[in-house]
């Protein structure tokens, strides 16, 4: 079974929303911070969101206003609702571990899982 497991994607309409799901070992969950990425085909993974063993959380700018990352701590999980989705928000995502020292200094560690497809189109 794996470390790190991502749910919750699908076919959602422009506007609409979807919860992701990510869930973590606990020794990856209690140790490490969390963080959400993207990609599309043919790019590189864009980090999305970030939230750390404190609940300290920080957002790219396109996920600002519409993304909240939150862990969820008795389930050992971490959540990324995501709400007003758009078309260009079509990708997958991925949940990954590492270290956050600071806005835009986000470092991830190679604890990664498979990744959600989500698809926003009408």
């Known amino acids: 079974q794996g470390q790190i497991v991502e749910s919750g994607g699908g076919l959602v309409k422009p506007g609409g929303s979807l919860r992701l799901s990510c869930s973590v070992s606990?020794?990856?969950?209690?140790?490490?911070?969390m963080a959400w990425y993207r990609q599309t085909p043919g790019n590189e993974r864009e980090l999305v969101a970030v939230?750390?063993?404190?609940?300290?959380?920080d957002y790219t700018d396109s996920a600002k206003d519409r993304f909240t990352i939150f862990r969820h701590k008795p389930q050992m999980r971490v959540y990324l609702q995501m709400n007003d989705l758009k078309p260009e928000d079509t990708a997958v995502y991925f949940c990954?571990?590492?270290?956050?020292?600071?806005?835009?200094?986000?470092?991830?560690?190679?604890?990664w899982g498979r990744g959600t497809q989500v698809t926003v189109s009408s």
């Open positions: 939230v750390t063993t404190g609940d300290r959380t």
């Open positions: 990954n571990a590492g270290y956050f020292p600071g806005p835009g200094r986000y470092q991830s560690y190679d604890y």
């Open positions: 606990a020794g990856i969950f209690n140790s490490y911070d």
